[in-house]
C-alpha cells in the first residue's frame, strides 16, 4: 500500500498520541502485522538484529491485568517528575493511564537478552531496537493509527509482566506500545530547539559562522 502522506508530513507529524486513540475502532491483525514487518526494515547492531521481539496483546482480560502494573508505577513517577512535563503533556499521560485498559492493542517491544553492561553494550542494546519502534510509529501514523511509548512499569513492575505474560528472565522488555486508530488527522510539528541552538561546527560548542 502506497502512502498518500509526504515524508517530511510522516516525519515531522508523527506525535506520541495519548488522548486522541480511538478505543471502539478494532485494530485489524493484518495492519498491525504489516506495520511490524516494516519496522523490522529498520537498522540494528549487526547480529542484534535477531534479538528482537514484538508482543501483541490483544485479550481484554490480559490488557486489564498489564494496565494494573503499569499504573502503580506511573502515577509514582508522575508524582515526582510531573512537574519537569508541560501540563499539557502531564495531562495527557494521565488520561492514558486512565483509559490504558481500553487501547485495543498492546505491543510490548522487547529483545532476547541483557544488555553485557553500561556504555557501548547498552548502547547497541537498546540502540538496535529503538529504530525499530520508531519506525512502527511511522507506519502506524500513515495508516491512521497512533501510539506512544511507555516505560512505566519498567521501573519496579517488568517481572510481574514478566510473569503475566511467559516472558522468560533472559528476555528484557523495553516499551509497551498502545496502540489504536487516530480519532483526528490533525497532528503538526512539535515545538522543538532550533537546529543552531543544539548544533556545532567543527568544534564543540561553536556556532556556525
Ligand atoms: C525512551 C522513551 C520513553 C518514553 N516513555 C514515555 C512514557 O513512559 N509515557 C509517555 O506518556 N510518553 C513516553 N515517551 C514519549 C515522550 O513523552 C514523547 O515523545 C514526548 O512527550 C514528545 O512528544 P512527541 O513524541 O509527540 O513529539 C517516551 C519516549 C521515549 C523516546
Given at each position: 500500500?502506497?502512502?498518500?502522506?509526504d515524508?517530511?508530513?510522516?516525519l515531522?507529524?508523527?506525535?506520541?498520541?495519548?488522548?486522541?486513540?480511538d478505543l471502539?475502532?478494532?485494530?485489524?491483525?493484518?495492519?498491525?502485522?504489516?506495520c511490524l514487518?516494516i519496522?523490522l526494515?529498520?537498522p540494528?547492531?549487526?547480529?542484534?538484529?535477531?534479538?528482537?521481539?514484538?508482543?501483541?496483546?490483544r485479550?481484554?482480560?490480559?490488557?486489564?491485568?498489564?494496565?494494573e502494573?503499569?499504573?502503580?508505577?506511573?502515577?509514582?513517577?508522575?508524582?515526582?517528575?510531573g512537574?519537569?512535563?508541560?501540563?499539557?503533556?502531564?495531562?495527557?499521560?494521565?488520561?492514558?493511564l486512565d483509559v490504558?485498559d481500553?487501547?485495543?492493542?498492546?505491543?510490548?517491544?522487547?529483545?532476547?537478552?541483557?544488555?553485557?553492561?553500561?556504555?557501548?553494550?547498552?548502547?547497541?542494546?537498546?540502540?538496535?531496537?529503538?529504530?525499530a519502534i520508531w519506525?512502527f510509529?511511522l507506519a502506524?501514523?500513515?495508516?491512521?493509527?497512533?501510539?506512544?511509548?511507555?516505560?512505566?512499569h519498567?521501573?519496579?513492575?517488568?517481572?510481574?509482566?514478566?510473569a503475566?505474560?511467559g516472558?522468560?528472565?533472559?528476555?528484557?522488555?523495553?516499551?509497551l506500545?498502545p496502540?489504536?486508530?487516530?480519532?483526528?488527522?490533525?497532528f503538526?510539528?512539535a515545538?522543538?530547539?532550533?537546529?543552531?541552538?543544539?548544533?556545532?561546527?567543527e568544534r564543540?560548542?561553536?556556532?556556525?559562522?
Amino acid at each position: 500500500m502506497m502512502s498518500l502522506m509526504d515524508v517530511d508530513t510522516l516525519l515531522t507529524t508523527t506525535r506520541s498520541v495519548r488522548r486522541k486513540l480511538d478505543l471502539d475502532r478494532p485494530v485489524e491483525p493484518e495492519v498491525l502485522a504489516e506495520c511490524l514487518r516494516i519496522a523490522l526494515q529498520a537498522p540494528a547492531a549487526g547480529a542484534l538484529l535477531s534479538s528482537i521481539r514484538w508482543l501483541v496483546i490483544r485479550d481484554q482480560a490480559t490488557r486489564s491485568a498489564v494496565a494494573e502494573h503499569v499504573r502503580e508505577p506511573a502515577r509514582a513517577a508522575q508524582a515526582q517528575f510531573g512537574h519537569l512535563v508541560s501540563q499539557a503533556t502531564l495531562a495527557s499521560s494521565r488520561h492514558l493511564l486512565d483509559v490504558l485498559d481500553r487501547v485495543p492493542v498492546f505491543v510490548l517491544a522487547a529483545m532476547i537478552g541483557r544488555p553485557a553492561g553500561p556504555g557501548a553494550d547498552a548502547n547497541v542494546f537498546y540502540g538496535s531496537v529503538y529504530p525499530a519502534i520508531w519506525s512502527f510509529q511511522l507506519a502506524l501514523r500513515s495508516r491512521g493509527l497512533g501510539t506512544t511509548i511507555t516505560g512505566y512499569h519498567l521501573d519496579g513492575h517488568e517481572a510481574d509482566v514478566a510473569a503475566l505474560l511467559g516472558i522468560p528472565d533472559d528476555v528484557t522488555q523495553v516499551a509497551l506500545l498502545p496502540v489504536a486508530y487516530l480519532t483526528t488527522t490533525d497532528f503538526r510539528p512539535a515545538a522543538r530547539p532550533s537546529v543552531q541552538s543544539v548544533t556545532y561546527y567543527e568544534r564543540w560548542g561553536r556556532a556556525q559562522d
